[in-house]
């Protein structure tokens, strides 16, 4: 399974972390980058990569074997359709992007002899930038490889591609879990994106407050909920453009619980709030296994 090189398009946390874990399970002869002149600078300091791939930047065809694509979601389509012609035929393109369903309809513009498979770690910290890439981000992490996009299944050459990308998240340390495109959105605005904007408000009801006693009495509980209120909005807004109709569907849903336990809280009738605990936390335990068991 060795590539001859690899390019990580984007060598920020999730592609520093893809280099530096490919180079640790030696799955390429060769990393290099692309990204802005300062960021790939850094990521060259580094030793995240080796270097740039100066044909993907210039208008030549790249002679990677593998692209990694971990843009942020409007960047990986960009990518797509206007860099697409640069990558030769027979190479594999994969991505790290938060969506699947646009990014997996962009790159049905690939050439032909060109494969593409969607994946996505479900990995990360709130930092950015490739001073915080580890090899070891993805190890034990679930990580969505996209088998198929709407209703027609795979074909041979797609399942193969696939299982070829689910190798490599193996040698990296992930746990692949194979998934529509279609599903992967609906699952991830409700374990991940509804999450973050759940988190976002939170912190913004308390902002706008502008009641300073609230941040001093504030104890870790706080902080948990909120620590993904410090992501940032210039990756956010392209999950939300591209997600959209998954991720209000599942505020929706979120914000019929909300209203029953108001409702109870109102009434005095708390036996509705507290048969949620128990199912929550019945949940979470369930969850909390799972994942032990997984890692």
Not at 188 to 214: E, K, N
Not at 252 to 264: N, P, Q, S, V, Y
Request: hydrophobic share 45%; charged share 25%.
């Amino acid at each position: 399974m060795k590539f001859k090189q690899i390019t990580v398009v984007g060598v920020g946390l999730i592609g520093g972390s893809f280099a530096l874990a490919a180079r640790k399970a030696q799955l390429a002869e060769r990393i290099c980058g692309v990204d802005f002149e300062p960021a790939l600078k850094k990521a060259c300091e580094l030793g995240v990569v080796e270097g740039g791939d100066e044909a993907l930047e210039r208008g030549g065809v790249s002679g990677s074997d593998l692209i990694y694509l971990a843009a942020p979601v409007g960047g990986i389509i960009d990518f797509l359709r206007t860099r697409g012609g640069r990558v030769r035929s027979g190479a594999l393109v994969t991505d790290a992007g938060s969506t699947k369903r646009e990014v997996c309809r962009a790159a049905c513009d690939l050439p032909p002899g060109v494969r593409f498979v969607g994946g996505h770690p479900m990995a990360g910290r709130h930092e950015s930038g490739a001073e915080f890439a580890s090899a070891d981000l993805f190890r034990g992490a679930p990580y969505a490889v996209v088998q198929s996009v709407g209703q027609e299944p795979a074909d041979d050459a797609h399942s193969d591609a696939a299982e070829l990308v689910a190798a490599i998240v193996r040698e990296i340390g992930g746990r692949p879990v194979f998934i529509s495109a279609e599903r992967h959105d609906h699952v991830v605005a409700r374990i991940s994106h509804a999450p973050q904007m759940l988190s976002t408000a939170l912190a913004s009801v308390i902002a706008r407050s502008g009641d300073s006693s609230m941040i001093e009495l504030a104890g870790s509980g706080f902080g948990d909920m909120t620590r993904l209120a410090e992501s940032g909005w210039s990756v956010w807004e392209d999950i939300c453009r591209t997600n959209a109709d998954e991720i209000a569907a599942a505020l929706k849903e979120m914000g019929l619980e909300l209203e029953a336990a108001r409702r109870a809280l109102d009434s005095r009738d708390l036996s509705p709030v507290g048969e949620a605990f128990e199912a929550a936390s019945k949940f979470v335990r369930l969850y909390r296994e799972t994942r032990r068991r997984s890692a």
